[in-house]
């Protein structure tokens, strides 16, 4: 029973590192792009 709820906590934790991570992540990409389509409207002036 223990080694259960351990089990579970340790799950619990590890995917909600992930999860923080992914955020990040998607933060950054979404950045690149916003980055990317300024080059853009830059060029084209």
Do not use: H, P, W, Y
């Not at 933060?27 to 080059?39: F, L, T, Y």
Request: net charge negative; with cysteine.
């Amino acid at each position: 029973m223990l080694n259960k709820i351990r089990f579970l906590s340790l799950t619990a934790i590890l995917l909600a590192g992930f999860g923080l991570s992914a955020c990040n992540t998607l933060n950054g990409a979404g950045q690149d792009v916003e980055n990317a389509g300024e080059s853009i409207q830059d060029a084209a002036r």
